[in-house]
């Protein structure tokens, strides 16, 4: 069947979508689909119902997009997601090379939840904007007909968002239509689609239809979540509780997979995998090897081969992916924290980077009318990409130090124009006339204001932040937890038994004294029933729910933990970080923290990550498999050849929950190396504290 190259926009002349497939068969237009466009499922390309087959079409839009990285600024998980999603708001076309600036083409953006969680971090809205996004809206909202409008969608390809599609096609609600879904699209979806496109008569308005492969979370430069919303489908107590079936446990290796294998779609590599045996990790691993073995093998595929690769990646180097099981470090998720990110994460409302401070009291002397304070937690913040891995008290030394040099500018221009004769009371129009005529500094002093008034934004926001912070840390004593539980790992002497502070009713909040108990009770190696009924009767007493206990008396049983977990954690020295002052200026509230010790030693993770990347021996890692899926005709990872070569990249991947201590421990790991090293943190779904205790209370009383 020959149909001439013609754009959806520019159809007369042509035969009519009905002359050309006679008898309305979806099936038929979609094997033309799949001819005209070399479309595939397992293939992010495009589909054209009125092209011709071409050798040129037959390539992998995360490669056009990749094409080109070389920097290592721009060879993160995150920029090239964001260069990914651009190309999408481009119409799925290369930017234009010209250097003047073209008339987007304006367009309507619909997505689904999982599309917005995707982009929310990524885009804020003055950007979608300078990319001809008019409206963004979400696919289950009411929506009025734009017939001239261009409409985008982004949407996982599920039955429910294919029918919302057909309905859209249906009613006629824009000019055209560009479909990008997350994952691939099934064919009996994509059959869907062509049917009600062919019952619609708009089979030449459905413009381009794409597999992305984004179906992941880019939250930092350096770390990515698989999913933000509807995580208990793949949480750790869903992977733990006892009454679940092999095909939830398939279902979630499934989900993860499929991200991955978005992740590694994205960065344009093919990472050697590592693992231990006996757990999800090994299940996602395998299904993950398979999965890049079957692409590498389909000739169809252009992923990871030929202009389908990004200009950065076409070196010998390949990364490591550490996958692994939330099992190996239950005490990390609940150890309190005391660095500015992970604290904020852990004691406020943070999600998407953007934290939410509690609403303020009639006691913090505020209007209790006065609304929740929202912030967005950008990479263009300066104080935020610097401070955010520090100590707490670092960061109130360096909200006071901004403060006072915010002043300092801000006064100098006050002084300036009080000299030139220019006051606030002056008519603008009269001052912006005279400041004409005035001297080359006071016009760079004007000039500042933007960039002045733009710090005191960002001051406020981690003032405001800061001042929420320390407030939960005085009302909950979480210096005291912070300093007990670094104790308690690194083997020093307790000042006040944990027995003391479990029944001391001044000792902050019942649940985190149930985190205290839970690190020192893995920690503990000859804890007596006697001694752990006592702690349970003073935790009870507290106000505690003690049900998790239950859980982890089976867990240490299983997985033999209480031979030695100290050793898990021991290693590294620790360097003290000392407050001079807390806001004694700022917000006058006349406490006084003490100083402690953060220390530089390594987490169970960032060990073996160490160990493995730099190829050490070790009884951790010995018995860890090896996959490598370049390796074709070898799938016995036994029998396989290994790299010896240290590796400079790693992406480390937490099967069943993952947090910000681990991250920022493994970005510490990385900026204490002589030789450069990068190493991205992922995980199936990023939890605090809370939210990890509330599933080991489930699975507590699950398994009584």
Known sequence: LKIPVVSSMTREGFLPPKQLFQGGQSSLLVDHWLAAGGYHVTKKLLINPFETPCETESVSVRGKMSTGLGSASLNTLRSRQIGALRRMLNLNAAPAKSTVAAEPVWKVLIYDEYGSDIISPLLTVKELRSLGVTLHLLIDSPREQISDAVAVYFLMPTRENI??????????????????????????????????????????????????????????????????????????????????????????????????????????????????????????????????????????????????????????????????????????????????????????????????????????????????????????????????GSPFPEVADAVESEVKDYKASEEEVMRLKSVMGVSDEDDPDMVSGALTDRTAKLSSAISSLPELMERKKSIDMHTNIATALLAQIKERKLDTFYEMEDKMITKSSLDKSVLDILSDPTAGHAEDKMRLFIIYYILSQDMSEADLVQYTSALESSGADTAPIAYLKSWKAYTKMATNPRAQWLGGTGTSTSMSTVFSQLMNTGTKLMNLVVGTKNLPVTRVVDQLMEQKASKDTEDYRYFDPKLLRVTDSSLMPRSRTPFQEAYVFMVGGGNYIEYQNLQDYCRRQQNAKRVTYGTSQLMNAQQFLAQLSELGRGSQ
Not at 170 to 187: E, G, K, W
Not at 225 to 248: C, F, K
Not at 368 to 375: F, L, M, R, V
Request: glycine content about 2%; some cysteine; overall charge negative.
């Open 163 to 388: 029918a919302k599609i057909c309905q859209d096609c249906r009613a006629q609600l824009y000019d055209s239509y560009y479909f990008n879904f997350t994952t691939p699209i099934s064919r009996t979806l994509l059959e869907d689609l062509a049917k009600a496109a062919l019952e619609a008569n708009c089979v030449a308005q459905i413009s381009k239809v794409f597999d992305q492969y984004l179906n992941f979370i880019s939250l930092e430069e350096d770390f990515f979540v698989i999913r933000h919303r509807h995580t208990e489908e793949i949480s750790y107590h869903a992977l733990s509780r006892t009454d679940s079936l092999d095909t939830d446990i398939q279902n979630i290796c499934e989900t993860v997979v499929e991200s991955l294998f978005s992740v590694f779609v994205t960065t344009g590599t093919i990472p050697i995998i590592r693992c231990p045996r006996g757990n999800a990790a090994e299940m996602v691993a395998v299904a993950l090897d398979k999965k890049l073995r079957d692409n590498l093998r389909d000739p169809r595929s252009g992923m990871f081969s030929g202009d389908s690769m990004p200009v950065a990646q076409l070196s010998f180097s390949r990364p490591l992916l550490v996958i692994l099981d939330r099992n190996i470090d239950l005490a990390t998720p609940l150890h309190h924290t005391w660095t500015y990110q992970a604290l904020a994460h852990d004691v406020l409302e943070m999600q998407l980077n953007r934290v939410t401070l509690p609403q303020a009291t009639e006691e913090s002397g505020a209007s209790p009318q006065e609304p929740e304070k929202t912030y967005d937690l950008l990479v263009s913040d300066r104080f935020w990409q610097t401070h955010r």
